[in-house]
């Protein structure tokens, strides 16, 4: 190939260097010119022009179209010839054997908009420098294609990720240089599966309310389920596994709960879901996890909805069911209260929660002796304290009631208690458990003593003043996490949930999946965690607990534990 010739004024300093920059202000003429003698075409010397030829006279410039024609023919070719250098130029990456191709930093920088990309570009340029190797081409910017630009961003990301040390391999094609067969770029080392689970975070969902009337269920169940995961997160975690809970706020209305739901699937990128607050809302929700195939966890709910028999695959319950928090109160009311069947009435909330808790009550009605009718229902509209329609029912019945079972949260409870007990001073309020128990006793002892003293609240988990290695291990996650929050029964769950799922991933010992983690609560009998009840699951029960525990609150606002039986 015939050798450029530098300009004149730069001849006394030629010694068989590359050719200097081109850029941007290369004239065209040059660039061609440059390609065309690249391909052999011409030998260009701008100190010595090439001497005439002779010409036939029918060759002769004056001689019209065949002279044209032959100029014209002579362009194109030095212009295919010129386009055919300048992609020998990208794809080959050298002007001169010996000589190198590079992008330059600015440019590079630009388009991929990596600055560990630009860094490696830099520092190789650096190192031809520092080795006196030839300077470096830079393209001109209409050259330098996205397309081109990228590949070249990918070759150096690839080029500076880091990969375990092993022999290199040598290629049989010639390396850049020319000069031998080039090293092959080794192939990543294989991770293994405790260095992947070291660096992973588990993210899983909750969608409550943190807004109106029910925030307080939402904010509690938030509180025991992240001192659970940050409890575990300060030892480690689980498998170097660590974890993290991402809220969502629906206000307690299902209306919102879906957006809710896909928020934390799209954006949060959820592994599943613990904790969803609410049977209205968690109709909703529950379709959602289970297209999704996602985990859909100690749900705060005992609604039948979510214990399908057979169980859904992914839908695990920690909790007692309504029906058995309501078969227990029967119970309690009719032995150990002596109550009639007719003197038993129900205050619920107009929705899927009350419709719930009242099935629950009129199942144990049905296996009473003599099969006596369900018990009379009030109702009022949910995520209101509207109930005063529910009090003049009440009191139509001119005393005849002696028990109200209330399906209701810890607001309208409290209001109905306290427009209803001046008229009935006797008479026996119970609560379901989703109520809220010590937000219940804050808004009764807000009206007096007197108003809180004898409420009862059945519980699905033990008391929260007890003295148990689970309670004292529950308070001190609490006092570390969440300094100045009073224990609760309703963040005592919460902690129980994710101590109960935390100890399903600790026994799996493969990588973590769902269908892992649905194998490893399935294969979980008799696990004792110190609530005073085994908990086991199986693939025909997904529902760990059924036990069912009371409590009383006296005149102080304190709970202390009562039999039901």
Do not use: C
């Amino acid at each position: 190939m015939a050798m450029w010739s530098p300009r004149s004024s730069d001849r006394s300093n030629y010694s068989g260097r590359a050719p200097g920059k081109l850029n941007a202000r290369t004239s065209l003429g040059a660039v061609l010119q440059q390609a065309a003698h690249e391909t052999g075409v011409i030998e260009v010397n701008q100190t010595t022009p090439p001497p005439e030829r002779a010409m036939p006279d029918h060759a002769s410039p004056k001689s019209g179209p065949g002279r044209n024609t032959a100029s014209l023919a002579a362009l194109l070719g030095v212009l295919v010839l010129a386009g055919a250098a300048a992609t020998a130029f990208v794809l080959h990456g050298r002007v001169l054997p010996g000589s190198t191709l590079s992008v330059s930093r600015t440019q590079t920088t630009s388009q991929t908009d990596n600055p560990l990309a630009a860094q490696a570009s830099e520092t190789a340029s650096d190192q031809d420098q520092q080795q006196g190797g030839p300077p470096a081409l830079v393209l001109p910017d209409a050259a330098a294609s996205a397309d081109t630009a990228a590949k070249a961003a990918k070759l150096v990301m690839a080029q500076a990720a880091p990969v375990a040390a092993a022999p290199k391999a040598t290629s049989a094609l010639p390396s850049a240089t020319g000069q031998g067969p080039q090293a092959a770029t080794p192939a990543p080392a294989a991770v293994s599966p405790a260095a992947a689970a070291a660096a992973r975070t588990l993210t899983f969902g909750m969608v409550a309310p943190f807004t109106g009337p029910s925030r307080s269920l939402g904010r509690e169940m938030k509180i025991g389920i992240e001192s659970a995961f940050d409890q575990a997160n300060a030892l480690g975690g689980v498998h170097g596994v660590t974890f993290k809970l991402a809220v969502a706020d629906d206000g307690y209305q299902p209306s919102r709960t879906a957006d809710a739901m896909n928020q934390l699937l799209d954006q949060q990128k959820v592994f599943g879901f613990i904790g969803n607050v609410g049977t209205p809302t968690s109709a909703v929700a529950l379709p959602i996890a289970l297209k999704a195939h996602k985990l859909f966890f100690g749900a705060f709910t005992g609604a039948a909805l979510l214990r399908n028999d057979p169980p859904d695959r992914y839908v695990f319950n920690y909790r007692a069911s309504y029906g058995e928090e309501m078969a227990a109160t029967v119970h309690y009311l009719l032995q150990v209260r002596r109550l009639k069947p007719n003197q038993i009435a129900v205050f619920a909330q107009d929705d899927g929660y009350g419709d719930a808790g009242y099935a629950g009550v009129a199942k144990a009605y049905r296996a009473l002796p003599g099969n006596p009718l369900p018990p009379p229902r009030f109702n009022y509209k949910r995520n209101t304290i509207e109930v005063e329609p529910a009090v003049k029912q009440l009191m139509a019945l001119h005393g005849r009631i002696k028990a109200v079972i209330m399906i209701a949260t810890y607001r309208a409870a409290a209001r109905f208690i306290g427009r209803t007990k001046d008229h009935f001073p006797k008479m026996i309020y119970t609560n379901i458990s989703f109520v809220g128990s010590t937000s219940l006793a804050e808004e009764l002892m807000l009206l007096g003593g007197k108003y809180a003293d004898g409420v009862v609240v059945t519980q699905v988990v033990p008391a929260v003043d007890a003295y148990s290695t689970l309670i004292l291990k529950y308070k001190s996650a609490i006092s570390t996490y969440f300094p100045g929050e009073a224990p609760d029964y309703v963040s005592l769950e919460g902690y129980i949930d994710a101590e109960l799922l935390l100890h399903a991933i600790d026994v799996d010992k493969g990588p973590i999946t769902t269908d892992s983690i649905v194998s490893s609560l399935e294969s979980l009998h008799n696990y004792d965690m110190g609530l005073g009840t085994p908990l086991s699951f199986s693939m025909d029960n997904h529902q760990a607990s059924h036990k069912v525990w009371g409590t009383v609150i006296d005149d102080k606002g304190k709970f202390h534990a009562i039999d039901l039986n």
